[in-house]
């Protein structure tokens, strides 16, 4: 019933910034948190960064003060800002949102955004 969907994601060099976005529709009640999660080949989905409902925002400890995570509630969108990217950054990137449909709180992926950081 949500369906999150994508975008901004590509090849950047070291030092450069990206911004992506994820925006969700579907029949669903209300969001609450939204967030962004990271992950590389034979290794676990790792946060990013989340964002509350009411814009408390807590960030893996190698992305802070580098990472910026913000939504925008009227367009149910959330977005990343990267700067100063590093190849270490290089992995898929999901957004993730966990929304009441009717009663029911359950969390939703993205399909994922790959960010590739090479020279």
């Known amino acids: 019933q949500v369906q999150l969907v994508e975008s901004g994601g590509g090849l950047v060099q070291p030092g450069g910034s990206l911004r992506l976005s994820c925006a969700a529709s579907g029949s669903f009640s209300s969001i609450n948190a939204m967030a962004w999660y990271r992950q590389t080949p034979g290794n676990q989905r790792e946060l990013v960064a989340i964002?509350?409902?009411?814009?408390?925002?807590n960030y893996q400890h190698s992305v802070k003060g580098r990472f910026a995570i913000s939504r925008e509630n009227a367009k149910n969108t959330v977005y990343l800002q990267m700067n100063s990217l590093e190849p270490e950054d290089t992995a898929v990137y999901y957004c993730?949102?966990?929304?009441?449909?009717?009663?029911?709180?359950?969390?939703?992926w993205g399909q994922g955004t790959q960010v590739t950081v090479s020279p």
């Open positions: 993730n949102c966990d929304a009441y449909v009717q009663t029911t709180l359950r969390r939703y």
């Open positions: 964002i509350t409902s009411g814009g408390n925002t």
